[in-house]
């Protein structure tokens, strides 16, 4: 970070990571409890501070410059460093903890999975806010910039510096709308792969692990296209004659569109579900207890034994 003022206030970076992460003074300020003037004040600063307009009006609302941009990740990473190392005895007071936390996620996990997260936040930490993030067509190192706090679903991180646990294996099911031709009688590999295909891909990819099983029977596929969300391939489906995938865990996501359900008739690999997060969360206990529900309510929800850490 670029700093033209020497004795730079800690309480800068953590006005500065609520700024970027509310893009309002008065938000910000609600945050902190702090009056607009005062927030604004602090923003002089910071400005100041790095030589950057940091926030920068767009109509009516405010947008973070490039420069914010590129930092916010490397703030984020200090305040909760520091954070980490103020906090003893790896106890936090979860009833009068603010705090807002980054989960990566697909779309499709969060419709699955969204809803008992939230109650149980705002069971035991009403004060603690969760923003979801899909999954970037692009592969970033969220975690590593900072840019979430935890990873949950399928992770194919390959930084060696990120903590990865394993959850649940999951399965790959067929979908298609109630009375689809390929419903009637049984559902051969052969017949499986004579019917048009939609792909979910967040990298717009018109082939996967299906193409491949195929292959080994000596079948091919038509795909006629592919959309980056597990949600918008399913209200397609519903409304055409095309099939699609989803996991089994989102079944009932599927059902409540009316659509239905079948088990794919080839071998396809498993899909391990886990969580993933940065060590510099290690000793941060209110993070500690975001990894503890996730471990408690993912598996429960998808219907797999609970693990419990304690």
């Known amino acids: 970070m670029r700093v033209t003022q020497s004795g730079l206030d800690l309480n800068l970076l953590v006005a500065l990571d609520v700024l970027l992460e509310e893009s309002s003074v008065s938000r910000a300020a609600a945050r902190l409890h702090l009056s607009e003037p005062a927030m604004s004040r602090t923003l002089g600063r910071i400005r100041k501070a790095l030589g950057d307009p940091v926030l920068v009006r767009a109509g009516r609302t405010m947008v973070p410059t490039p420069h914010a941009l590129a930092v916010h990740g490397e703030v984020r990473a200090v305040v909760e460093r520091a954070r980490a ?13 603010t705090r807002t936390f980054t989960v990566l996620a697909h779309d499709a996990f969060a419709a699955t999975f969204g809803a ?10 009403p ?8 999954e970037s067509h692009v592969d970033v190192p969220a975690l590593r910039e900072g840019i979430a706090d935890l990873e949950l679903g399928v992770v194919d991180s390959r930084s060696p510096e990120v903590r990865v646990e394993h959850l ?10 109630a009375g689809h031709p390929l419903l009637r009688g049984r559902i051969t ?3 499986f792969a004579a019917v048009q295909h939609l792909i979910v891909s967040r990298r717009g990819r018109l082939e996967g692990p299906v193409d491949a099983a195929l292959a080994e029977r000596g079948l091919s596929r038509r795909v006629v296209g592919s959309v980056g969300s ?7 489906l519903r409304e055409s004659d095309l099939v699609g995938l989803i996991a089994s865990q989102a079944v009932p996501l599927a059902a409540e569109l009316g659509l239905e359900a079948f088990d794919i008739p080839l071998d396809l690999p498993t899909l391990p579900f ?6 510099r969360h290690d000793a941060d206990p209110a993070h500690a207890w975001l990894r503890d529900c996730a471990r408690e309510l993912l598996p429960a929800v998808a219907g797999h034994p609970v693990r419990r850490t304690h």
Request: glycine share 8%; hydrophobic share 45%; net charge positive.
């Open 127 to 134: 004060g603690v806010r969760l923003r979801f993030l899909s």
């Open 85 to 97: 190392l103020f906090l003893t005895g790896g106890q936090v007071d979860l009833p009068t903890l």
């Open 230 to 236: 597990y949600p918008a391939s399913l209200f397609i």
């Open 274 to 279: 886990g969580i993933a997060w940065h060590p």
């Open 189 to 191: 590999p052969r017949r």
């Open 168 to 177: 649940f294996d999951e399965h790959m099911m067929g979908v298609a709308r």
């Open 116 to 125: 008992t997260l939230f109650s149980r936040v705002a069971e035991e930490a």
